[in-house]
């Protein structure tokens, strides 16, 4: 079945450090990837989406992501985290031929002074 | 910057009761969409909409939920006898094809 999978439920960075939230599909054909931000009692910010090309992402907020086939990935990174970021993180993805996200359960980012 | 906005942020409602959430997507956008969210849990599909039917549904959209596209502008999802169970935060969300999605900010649905 086709999965969105993000391993880490909770993770705690400091401020200015740096930050990797890992995220792993399960799809026959490589599907179409995003992560979405959530901040308490929002809705949800694209930040960025791979569709082809090149594998490493620029989104916005600073954030970037590297799809990488062999690992089947697509692992979010910033590398100076602000407390501003401290939110839920979620990865989803879908193929050319479904119209519906499938999300990750979400990974919640803590950022610490 | 065009937003997909939802009304209202939040409704408390008995059990039982029709609830009726609203959504205004992009103005050119074609591919509409309810996803919920319980708390603590992640984002899950309910239902997309194009060319005014129901394109995908999931196991959750059942007979209770139905949507619709009353106008050029809104897209609404209705629960006609909601339970506990639905409680949860609701996003619409709307695409061009299929693949670019924007969400909606949410509505908080408390049923008591």
């Known amino acids: 079945a086709q999965s969105v999978t993000q391993p880490d439920i909770h993770i705690t960075v400091s401020e200015g450090a740096s930050l990797e939230l890992r995220c792993n599909y399960s799809y026959g054909a490589t599907p179409y990837l995003f992560w979405y931000v959530q901040s308490p009692g929002q809705g949800l910010q694209l930040l960025l989406k791979?569709?082809?090309?090149?594998?490493l992402v620029q989104g916005i907020k600073g954030f970037e992501a590297e799809f990488k086939r062999s690992q089947s990935s697509f692992n979010l990174r910033k590398p100076s985290v602000h407390w501003s970021d401290a939110a839920e993180y979620f990865c989803a993805a879908l193929t050319g031929t479904a119209s519906k996200l499938t999300f990750g359960t979400g990974t919640r980012l803590q950022v610490t002074l | 910057e065009p937003e997909v906005t939802q009304t209202p942020s939040h409704q408390v409602t008995q059990m039982g009761q029709e609830v009726i959430l609203r959504c205004v997507p992009i103005?050119?956008?074609?591919?509409f969409y309810w996803y919920r969210q319980i708390l603590g849990q992640k984002v899950e599909f309910l239902v997309s909409f194009y060319n005014n039917e129901i394109s995908e549904k999931s196991e959750i959209f059942d007979d209770q939920f139905s949507v619709e596209r009353p106008d050029g502008s809104n897209f609404t999802l209705k629960i006609r006898s909601t339970k506990l169970e639905d409680s949860a935060m609701y996003f619409c969300?709307?695409?061009?094809?299929?693949?670019?999605?924007?969400f909606g900010s949410g509505t908080r649905l408390t049923v008591v």
């Open positions: 103005s050119n956008h074609l591919y």
């Open positions: 791979y569709f082809s090309g090149d594998t």
């Open positions: 969300a709307s695409s061009v094809l299929g693949n670019g999605y924007t």
